[in-house]
């Protein structure tokens, strides 16, 4: 084996290493957790299945299913799948209170919140909302369905706040393929930048923020920007290379002394950007990594973009960032914003890096949370999974962030005296799970430290 490679593999698992502490008293935490969440459930073996799910979307199981996760506790499949695919609870409660909280914990003044599509490959006709539609993770169009999600972003932390399900248009006019996924009968067609606005009018007041971003699938229609600014959001949003704009800042054509005065050409992102000559690129540092500040290229320039009707947009803000890549060339983003021009480069690089460490959260949330991993075809099934997953990469993340934490006095949670007080008043424990967690006891005295939750890196 390389060298190399072996130094860099010890280094990865010593960051991927927990200390047996930080494990102590992980169900009663997570029964703790689960509280705010489940008030709004009125029955309390729903409020059961709540913990039951979240304990098997949080465990090593490979298929993290109804049928997986019901195994897991010894129990019959039927209750916890009626509990995901049949009984009509509402989840928007559950999301209110995720969203509440990521913006009293993580919130800041000048927080971002990210709007990012994902999508789920599927084999099968049948489920909701899968159809033949773009693809973002393969980058191709593919038989899937397709996630709105909503997340938010600051200098603390990166989270998930909210979901919202795409049904195409091939969904909404078949009323019999809707009613037969028990698509509710009120849902009409709305577009993705349309069920985005919609989270934001919900959420959006209780996410501490000063910008709006988003992938070029967002950023790519005019409208969206238009809503935004109406709403009096501030954006800066990802755009195709192959955008028309038109340089407002590039001194125009000479006046013949007849009819309109010229203006620039339009002309396509990639091929103006080819254009610039290396005097008109600034290098800032946007943050530290693991080989040293990590470095990029980047340009401002006031613009107008053509849209999609052939009429002129607003005056924005043109942003462009580029990354020297291991093959040694560069990988250009390019973002459109109705941010002042005077705003500063390190501003606008910190608000386009929040679009691209929010994915970091899908990967760890279909990773370790299962996001991805359910077997559901209906509306009620594919809400309620969506809802528990996110909840459980919102507990990971709290558990992360507190097994960073150095000062003991703010990890009382984990003295396994106070957890034992816990377990034995209200925070009645599933055997199943206590059973796991004297294996995990047991191990850490075999070994001082021990591999077990990969989220806590």
């Given at each position: 084996m390389d060298q190399r490679y072996k130094s860099r593999l010890k280094e990865m698992m010593a960051q991927a290493e927990v200390d047996?502490?930080?494990?102590?008293?992980?169900?009663?935490r997570l029964e703790t957790f689960v509280q705010p969440f489940s008030a709004s459930l009125a029955v309390p073996q729903q409020k059961r299945h709540t913990v039951e799910y979240l304990t098997g979307l949080l465990s090593r199981l490979e298929h993290k299913t109804g049928e997986g996760i019901a195994y897991l506790?010894?129990?019959?499949?039927?209750?916890l799948q009626t509990f995901i695919g049949q009984v009509p609870w509402d989840d928007a409660p559950l999301l209110r209170t995720l969203a509440t909280q990521i913006g009293e914990d993580l919130g800041e003044s000048d927080g971002v919140i990210v709007f990012d599509p994902?999508?789920?490959?599927?084999?099968?006709?049948?489920?909701?909302?899968?159809?033949?539609?773009?693809?973002?993770?393969?980058?191709?169009?593919?038989?899937?369905?397709?996630?709105?999600?909503?997340?938010?972003?600051?200098?603390?932390?990166?989270?998930?706040?909210s979901v919202r399900l795409y049904l195409h248009e091939e969904w909404t006019k078949d009323r019999r393929r809707c009613k037969a996924a028990g698509v509710p009968k009120e849902t009409k067609f709305r577009t993705r930048h349309e069920l985005a606005l919609e989270m934001l009018d919900e959420h959006g007041s209780l996410l501490p923020h000063s910008w709006v971003t988003g992938d070029d699938e967002m950023g790519r229609p005019a409208s969206f920007r238009l809503d935004l600014r109406a709403r009096g959001e501030r954006y800066l949003l990802a755009v195709p290379s192959n955008t028309l704009v038109r340089?407002?800042?590039?001194?125009?054509?000479?006046?013949?002394?007849?009819?309109?005065?010229?203006?620039?050409p339009f002309s396509r992102l990639d091929r103006w950007c080819g254009q610039l000559p290396e005097s008109a690129w600034t290098t800032i540092e946007v943050r530290d990594a693991e080989k040293g500040p990590l470095k990029v290229d980047v340009v401002k320039r006031r613009v107008q973009a053509r849209s999609p009707t052939g009429?002129?947009?607003?005056?924005?803000?043109?942003?462009?960032?580029?990354?020297?890549?291991?093959?040694?060339?560069?990988?250009?983003?390019?973002?459109?914003?109705?941010?002042?021009?005077?705003?500063?480069?390190?501003?606008?690089?910190?608000?386009?890096?929040?679009?691209?460490?929010?994915?970091?959260?899908?990967?760890?949330?279909?990773?370790?949370s299962g996001l991805g991993d359910y077997q559901v075809r209906n509306w009620l099934g594919w809400h309620h999974h969506q809802t528990l997953a996110l909840l459980a990469a919102w507990f990971l993340n709290q558990e992360t962030r507190r097994g960073k934490n150095r000062d003991p006095r703010a990890d009382l949670a984990a003295n396994a005296s106070i957890d034992r007080k816990h377990d034995r008043g209200i925070f009645k424990v599933q055997r199943s799970v206590d059973a796991e967690s004297s294996q995990h006891a047991m191990a850490s005295k075999k070994r001082a430290r021990t591999v077990l939750f990969p989220s806590f890196s």
């Open positions: 047996p502490k930080l494990i102590d008293g992980f169900s009663s506790f010894d129990q019959e499949r039927q209750g994902s999508a789920f490959v599927k084999k099968g006709n049948m489920s909701v909302g899968v159809a033949r539609q773009w693809c973002g993770r393969l980058g191709k169009v593919e038989n899937c369905q397709v996630g709105i999600y909503m997340a938010y972003a600051s200098r603390k932390n990166y989270a998930i706040v340089d407002l800042e590039e001194t125009p054509p000479a006046y013949s002394g007849r009819g309109r005065y010229p203006m620039n009429g002129t947009g607003p005056e924005e803000l043109l942003f462009i960032m580029r990354e020297r890549q291991s093959d040694e060339k560069f990988k250009h983003d390019y973002y459109l914003s109705n941010t002042m021009s005077e705003t500063l480069l390190k501003e606008l690089a910190r608000v386009a890096k929040a679009e691209h460490r929010v994915e970091e959260c899908f990967k760890r949330a279909k990773s370790e």
